[in-house]
């Protein structure tokens, strides 16, 4: 039985968060590119853990603490700022990064592509200060961003009540570009078990119905009482792990996926274990927190 479940992702690209980011103007359309940046800049979170400072190249001037006036930006037309001039600014308004984006034209066919369903931005990240550039060995970082307005209205159900469908399209490329830089929440299915013919079996599954639901407290505290009254049930400490990821209890967690693969080491609890040990290394690096104390027992790192 599958249940949905939201668990943390880090940044795809970097995390930015605690830094500034100077946006400059994305290439491409302004009919397209002057509501994107101005969406995004609006976006920036602000939430304890994700906070993180977008600014446009245009605000950065005289104003700015420590700006030098001499500074002046060198383009060879007046939409396409030079990485180098651009640098040169984000250093004296102690930016950072900087992140460019620039909006790839649609090679679809015609036929598909009046029809305006799809927005392509490709986005790079450039380190700018000395301690960021440290962190990241200088490089540059980039990926693109590609929505359809099909996915993204089943995606984010609140933008179908928009009027304006390129407003909506434009918003959904924001809330899916905010991913590469700050850590998100995503939704994944997770794999409950199924008693058949145990103590507690009545119960257990009314907890998973519980959980299927979205509804984890009131399914953990169902499996709870299970375990109290039948502490010989592997399915009830199973569940309970998966409960403990849900509310962001990840020793918790993981001692209860080990309990269960000690009581019956099957392939699903395993698999459990796995899982739960993934969750937890995805949230200590979108969060940049250090190893628990326990380190790591079933798996490697990947960044």
Known sequence: MGAPIHVWSPPTLRSTVGHSVMVPKIVGPRELATPIHEKLLQAAPADAGRSTRLVSAESINESTPGFDQGVSLVSYNADDESDLALAKKAQQGHIDFILRGEILPDRRPRSITEAGNRLTVS?????????????????????????????????????????????????????????????????????????????????????????????????????????????????????????????????????????????????????????????????????????????????????
């Open 123 to 303: 986005w790079r990240l450039t380190p700018v200060s000395a301690d960021v550039q440290t962190q990241t060995e200088g490089r540059p970082l980039g990926k693109p961003v590609v929505v359809e307005l099909e996915s993204a209205l089943k995606r984010y159900p609140d933008l179908a009540l928009a009027v304006d469908k390129d407003a909506a399209l434009q918003s959904a490329l924001v809330r899916e570009t905010l991913p590469l830089i700050t850590p998100s929440v995503v939704r994944e299915r997770v794999q409950l078990e199924i008693p058949y013919l145990l103590p507690g079996t009545q119960a257990i599954r009314r907890g998973n119905a519980l959980a299927v639901a979205g509804r984890w407290g009131e399914a953990e505290a169902i499996w709870q009482e299970v375990h109290q009254r039948y502490p010989f049930s592997s399915v009830a400490v199973h569940n309970l792990a998966i409960a403990a990821v849900a509310k962001q209890e990840f020793g918790q967690a993981r001692s209860l996926a080990s309990q269960a693969v000690r009581m019956k080491p099957t392939k699903l609890h395993q698999q459990t274990l796995v899982w739960v040990e993934r969750a937890q290394r995805a949230y200590h690096e979108a969060f940049e927190l250090p190893d628990p104390p326990e380190g790591w027992s079933v798996t490697r790192t990947t960044r």
